[in-house]
């Protein structure tokens, strides 16, 4: 046997149809789905955005080519 808790009350007018409510209730349904897909994209997108900065403002180290190059057996200049 499963426990199903309702989370969520929907207002629905006294005298409305079945076909009413439930096309009130599919109506929130598929807003809350809308709202959280448009939730995460931007979620996703605020991170790709942070990460493309950070590894555009990225400083190269000067001497890392160098210090490559001298374990390689290399010399640089």
Do not use: C, F, N, Y
Request: aromatic fraction near 2%; hydrophobic fraction near 45%.
């Amino acid at each position: 046997m499963s426990a199903v808790a309702i989370t969520r009350v929907i207002p629905v007018p006294r005298g409305a149809s079945l076909i009413e409510r439930a096309s009130i209730r599919l109506a929130a349904a598929i807003t809350r789905w809308a709202t959280r897909r448009a939730e995460r994209r931007e979620d996703r997108r605020a991170t790709m955005l942070t990460a493309i900065q950070a590894e555009q403002s990225r400083r190269t180290d000067p001497l890392a080519t160098e210090h490559l190059l001298a374990q390689v057996g290399l010399m640089g200049r």
